[in-house]
Structures are given as structure tokens and as C-alpha cells.
């Protein structure tokens, strides 16, 4: 392991140990709304904290883009993506579907990524060249062929309700078309989740950067393949992204993009 990838695992583990602590006390916690089902805790801002300073700790000239309030510009050709809890939603809510990520941007490419989900103790980590894995072992997408034999996972446009339309159109085919539908509430788990395999593909609209990075690393490191809504690569950017093994990454295309 690296030395940038051993400092994002150690983040991830201590930011986990906060939260999950805190996550002993939910009825305590201080919650507020940035909007539409939008929210944000003291925990989110304390973990995110806890993440920053261990980067910067061994890492002091980097860059940070943070999902709360801690982003920094250093002027650095390395920038840390951070999401302290992916799932806010399910965190306050006690559901255990939530996880810490974290990847660095290494000029204009993605080149190390950690998701840490702190319920089941797994640690998903890929380097560039060097494969993505779980708990230390190496992990592959499926070799699932047949969409309609497929678990695909998604997420709901809540955040941008003009969306739901469009959405509901392409969720009623996706569900028709394969075995079955999950949205867990979790992007950052959902793509590790396809980078080892456990569920097929994975699709949705309107994500941030630090939802994405991460795992969009690990999807690409375990064989997978990883696309906005065009066949582009311009997923950064639009949010919108479809992940899945390169069998089936066409076929959940063709769907979107008939809708």
C-alpha cells in the first residue's frame, strides 16, 4: 500500500471511530438541512475534521474538496476528495447504510480511493495499476451477461425533484428489464458494492464529485466500466453515472438514453 493510500485508510478508520461513537447518542446529535432532503450534522463536520487533519498531518501542501466546510487550496497538482459520511440521511435515522470516502486527484486523474464502512468493518481501497480490494483481497466485477438477470443498484433524485419524472420513467424499465432494483442510500457504497461483484451495475442522476471519486476508481481498478448519461467520461461534472462490468454497461445506457 502506497503512502497516499495508507494515509486515506487511516482517515477513514478514524473518522469512523467518531462516528460511530456519536452514532450511540443519535437523539443528541445537532442535524441541519442545506436543503431538500439535504442534511448535515456535528458529526458530519467533526469527522470531516478528524479526515483533514490526519491528511495534512502527513500531507501539509495538498489540496482538500470537502463535502461540508473544510475545502483548502493549496495550489497543489494533489487534491483529497472527501465525503466524512456518505448517507447522512441513513446516519440520523440509525439505518446502518452509510460509509466515509475518501480519493486523491492527482492532476487531472483519479488515483487512489478508500471507502470505509464503519458498520461491517469492511475497507474497500484501489491505487491506479494496482486493482481494487476488500479487507486486503483483491475484488472483481460480475461476470453477470444478461440484464435481465441482473441486481442492479440505484439511487432517488431527491435532492432535484424535476428530475423524479424523467427517473421514474427509466427506474419502471430498469425494473421490467432486470432481477431486481436496491437503493440502499449510499452512492459511494453502491460502487464499491459493483467493484466486488455484489451487485451488478449501478445507476443515478445528479451526484456530487465526492459521492463519485472514490468509487469510481475502485469500479474501473476491478474490471468494470464507469459512464455519464452521454457514454462520456464527464461524470465529475454532471453527476449523472452509470457503473456496471463491461457486459452490461450498454444495455443500462440504451435504457437511460431512451428516456
Given at each position: 500500500m502506497s503512502a497516499i493510500l495508507n494515509i486515506a485508510v487511516q482517515a477513514a478508520y478514524n473518522a469512523g471511530s467518531i462516528i460511530q461513537q456519536d452514532s450511540r447518542n443519535l437523539e443528541r446529535i445537532k442535524v441541519d438541512r442545506k436543503g431538500h432532503n439535504d442534511?448535515?450534522?456535528?458529526?458530519?463536520?467533526?469527522?470531516?475534521?478528524?479526515?483533514?487533519?490526519?491528511?495534512?498531518?502527513?500531507?501539509?501542501?495538498?489540496?482538500?474538496m470537502s463535502e461540508e466546510d473544510g475545502?483548502?487550496?493549496?495550489?497543489?497538482?494533489?487534491?483529497?476528495?472527501?465525503?466524512?459520511?456518505?448517507g447522512t440521511t441513513n446516519y440520523i435515522h440509525g439505518h446502518p447504510q452509510y460509509c466515509i470516502s475518501i480519493a486523491v486527484k492527482q492532476e487531472d486523474k483519479i488515483t487512489h480511493g478508500a471507502i470505509y464502512d464503519p458498520n461491517r468493518n469492511d475497507i474497500f481501497t484501489a491505487e491506479t495499476g494496482k486493482g481494487a480490494q476488500l479487507n486486503g483481497a483483491r475484488i472483481?466485477?460480475?461476470?453477470?451477461?444478461?440484464?435481465?438477470?441482473?441486481?442492479?443498484?440505484?439511487?432517488?433524485?431527491?435532492?432535484?425533484?424535476?428530475?423524479l419524472d424523467r427517473y421514474m420513467k427509466i427506474f419502471r424499465e430498469m425494473l421490467e428489464s432486470t432481477a431486481g432494483q436496491r437503493r440502499a442510500g449510499s452512492a459511494a457504497l453502491d460502487l464499491a458494492y459493483?467493484?466486488?461483484?455484489?451487485?451488478?451495475?449501478?445507476?443515478?442522476?445528479?451526484?456530487k464529485p465526492w459521492d463519485i471519486a472514490a468509487?469510481?476508481?475502485?469500479?474501473?481498478?476491478?474490471?468494470?466500466?464507469?459512464?455519464?448519461?452521454?457514454?462520456?467520461?464527464?461524470?465529475?461534472?454532471?453527476?449523472?453515472?452509470?457503473?456496471?462490468?463491461?457486459?452490461?454497461?450498454?444495455?443500462?445506457?440504451?435504457?437511460?438514453?431512451s428516456h
Open positions: 442534511f448535515v450534522t456535528e458529526v458530519d463536520k467533526k469527522a470531516e475534521q478528524i479526515i483533514i487533519q490526519t491528511i495534512l498531518k502527513a500531507f501539509p501542501n495538498h489540496n482538500i475545502s483548502i487550496d493549496n495550489n497543489s497538482d494533489t487534491t483529497w476528495i472527501i465525503d466524512p459520511i456518505d472483481r466485477v460480475s461476470r453477470m451477461a444478461n440484464l435481465a438477470d441482473s441486481l442492479l443498484a440505484t439511487g432517488f433524485p431527491t435532492y432535484d425533484m424535476s428530475l459493483v467493484a466486488a461483484g455484489m451487485v451488478d451495475g449501478f445507476w443515478e442522476f445528479n451526484l468509487g469510481y476508481l475502485m469500479v474501473k481498478e476491478a474490471g468494470g466500466l464507469i459512464c455519464d448519461f452521454e457514454g462520456g467520461q464527464n461524470m465529475l461534472d454532471s453527476g449523472n453515472i452509470i457503473a456496471a462490468n463491461p457486459k452490461l454497461i450498454s444495455p443500462i445506457l440504451k435504457i437511460i438514453q
